[in-house]
């Protein structure tokens, strides 16, 4: 009996061609050295979830000063634009930048080992506090740092004409871009991916170990953590070599087309802020964040304008339109810490189970982001956002659920099936692919249009721009804390006495608040911008 062609079978023939096979074809050697530095990045997660339950029990800070700590944590980022000047200044020394990062890193690692292994010793030279203050800005500063490398690196990755000598068409490179800011997620979420996957294997069995065994469990987290900066390290150890090797083989090295000239309008506005955000942080103003939020957002601005008169007029006006829509996007409010405390103190989630939801968001954003590459190249960035915001308000309602107690009904009908962690994992399972999704198409634009001689300052201006709507966020989730007043259960690392008590009978409007928000305002922008001259199609 002959066997008919099946059109369906074709047709996941085509899928998996465009979602796998081609992205394998696009993989150049180029692009491995900056993913190795992403892919460092992705493992910095392998703290988190000892971070988070250490600060929940045995630091007493309010869930208002820890998302304005937030805030704090982001401006490293903003920092990128001074940075991402000096790295274009100094290219071919960025090797001791991403040292630089590493030393960073490392140190933040070193001090959260002693205070999990050594409080008591560390107490006597600063408070608990001030030591977890100070290493949760020393490693986004190491992170920030080599991002601005790796990014810079990523647009000159991507090559310009094929082995033969022809030029890509623009198409094909917009492709290859996307792949390569595809390739860039990817290789954060495998980290992230690694990481979830140790933290389920070390935190195995936790319930039943004391309270100072479970802090040496976690010291030697810290520990284990200091391969990441090797890892980065290592990336532009490969990045010498293969420029190495192609200079071997009489091939042209990486390398700007014309010499990068000091820009002190890009570098004057970035040292002005980095001086104005450490005397307003270092001093006692009550509104010192908001202050360095007004006057940074107004410098990026002041930059961002200054860069896009490098651009033509048609792709200056898109660049405005599509970086609003991304700002407004990220800068919406989140519940804050109070919805992780609850989730432990209320619902029984332990590290290993918190690893568990790690694992399935970092795994199942991996294949979104593979699956969703094609709409991402093909689908502008406003279509991509509004897709997005609506998956996430509704993604939103399983918390607001758990909190008023769903899991009891849905249990009680389901044999006990469909329980709270039941519904933690299946809200998990379906949110997981989008939050990585939103950036790629503007990163793949930014690399695009870079200019030759000012990548990581073009980059580092509008990444700066879009990581002002996490400074934003955070200013925001601190505002609605404030309102809706969250706290928790903790004990002194030292004397193991309590010192704060549970209280979340406010955290179910905080939920509900930012849900609404998270849909509203996102889709009123949207609607704004593709009605006016900034209308965006990329």
């Known amino acids: 009996m002959q066997v008919k062609n099946d059109p369906e079978a074709a047709e996941r023939k085509t899928l998996f061609h465009r979602v796998v096979v081609d992205l394998a074809l696009q993989m150049r050697w180029s692009f491995l050295p900056p993913l190795m530095v992403y892919f460092a990045a992705g493992v910095s997660g392998l703290t988190s979830v000892v971070g988070a339950f250490f600060l929940k029990e045995y630091l007493d800070l309010s869930a208002t000063f820890i998302a304005g ?129 140790v933290n389920i294997w070390i935190f195995s069995d936790t319930e039943s170990l004391s309270r100072d065994a479970r802090l040496a469990l976690y010291a030697r987290v810290y520990l284990i953590a200091l391969a990441i900066p090797v890892i980065s390290v290592s990336g532009m150890v490969l990045h010498t070599l293969v420029q190495r090797r192609r200079a071997a083989r009489g091939l042209p090295q990486a390398k700007p087309e014309v010499a990068t000239e000091v820009n002190w309008q890009i570098l004057g506005g970035g040292i002005a802020f980095v001086v104005l955000s450490l005397v307003l942080g270092t001093s006692d103003f009550a509104f010192a964040q908001e202050a360095i939020f007004v006057t940074s957002f107004s410098i990026i601005l002041y930059l961002i304008r200054h860069l896009i008169k490098e651009l033509r007029p048609e792709a200056a006006r898109v660049l405005i339109g599509t970086a609003t829509i991304i700002f407004v996007f990220r800068a919406v409010p989140l519940p804050g810490p109070g919805l992780t405390w609850f989730e432990i103190d209320d619902l029984g989630f332990d590290e290993q189970f918190l690893s568990i939801l790690s694992l399935i968001t970092s795994v199942l954003a991996l294949v979104g982001l593979l699956v969703l590459r094609p709409l991402m190249a093909n689908r502008s960035i406003a279509y991509i956002v509004v897709l997005l915001t609506l998956a996430a308000g509704v993604l939103s309602l399983p918390n607001i659920g758990l909190y008023y ?134």
């Open 69 to 197: 700590l937030g805030f704090w944590a982001g401006l490293p980022w903003i920092l990128k634009v001074p940075m991402g000047h000096v790295v274009d200044l100094f290219w071919r020394r960025k090797a001791l930048l991403i040292l630089l990062g590493a030393g960073l890193i490392a140190a933040s690692l070193l001090i959260m080992f002693g205070l999990v292994s050594q409080p008591d010793r560390m107490d006597a030279v600063f408070p608990l506090e001030t030591w977890f203050i100070v290493a949760l800005l020393l490693a986004p500063s190491g992170y920030a740092v080599q991002d601005i490398v790796a990014d810079a690196m990523t647009v000159e990755a991507v090559p310009h004409t094929d082995d033969a000598g022809r030029p890509y068409d623009e198409q094909e490179q917009r492709a290859m871009h996307t792949t390569m800011q595809t390739l860039g997620r990817i290789a954060i979420i495998s980290g992230f991916v690694s990481v979830a996957a």
């Open 405 to 538: 107690g769903v899991q009891e009904w849905t249990a009680a009908r389901t044999g006990g099936v469909v329980d709270a962690k039941f519904i933690a994992i299946l809200d998990t399972a379906i949110e997981s692919p989008l939050g990585q999704i939103a950036m790629v198409p503007m990163l793949a634009w930014i690399a695009r249009n870079a200019p030759p001689d000012l990548k990581a300052t073009f980059f580092a201006v509008m990444a700066s721009f879009t990581n002002m709507a996490l400074s934003a966020s955070s200013l925001g989730t601190k505002y609605l804390n404030k309102v809706f007043v969250v706290t928790r259960a903790s004990v002194d690392p030292v004397t193991g006495e309590q010192i704060s008590v549970a209280d979340y009978s406010q955290l179910g409007q905080l939920l509900i608040v930012v849900g609404v928000i998270t849909v509203a305002v996102p889709l009123l922008v949207v609607l704004a911008v593709q009605s006016s001259a900034w209308r965006t199609t990329e």
